[in-house]
């Protein structure tokens, strides 16, 4: 029955949680001992010493290193839209006119369909 399973499944559980206790004990255990395993008489030397040959070549653990600094996002304005619609009139290109502006091709290219500069796909 259900309720068989359910008992089951608590027991199994209290065992769980009373191994993962145990690990985290042995684990503590373990890694106090490290320093004297290895011949330092504190656990300050050890860490110098784990530092030091590690090298200079240890990265900061992060979530996200950005190549390059996060560009703000563009504000298009109708000042904006008008200078596209102005520079695409004078023939200048998707990407000249975005350099200029200062927004990116996919904005110019909705600005251009937006204001029906572009034509229809066939």
């Given at each position: ?8 499944l608590?027991?199994?559980?209290a065992?769980m949680?009373?191994?993962?206790k145990?690990?985290?004990t042995?684990?503590?255990k ?12 504190t ?14 070549k ?30 695409t ?15 990116s ?12 500069l572009?034509?229809a796909?066939?």
């Amino acid at each position: 029955m259900v309720t068989d399973k359910i008992k089951e499944l608590k027991e199994t559980q209290a065992k769980m949680a009373e191994l993962e206790k145990s690990i985290a004990t042995q684990l503590a255990k373990e890694l106090a001992a490290l320093p004297g395993k290895y011949g330092f008489e504190t656990v300050a030397a050890f860490i110098k010493a784990v530092k030091a040959s590690a090298g200079g070549k240890r990265k900061a653990a992060s979530p996200r290193k950005p190549s390059a600094p996060r560009r703000k996002r563009a504000v298009i304005t109708a000042e904006t839209k008008t200078q596209v619609k102005s520079l695409t009139e004078a023939g200048k290109t998707a990407a000249e006119i975005g350099k200029e502006v200062g927004i990116s091709l996919p904005s110019v290219q909705n600005i251009k369909k937006e204001l029906g500069l572009v034509k229809a796909r066939k």
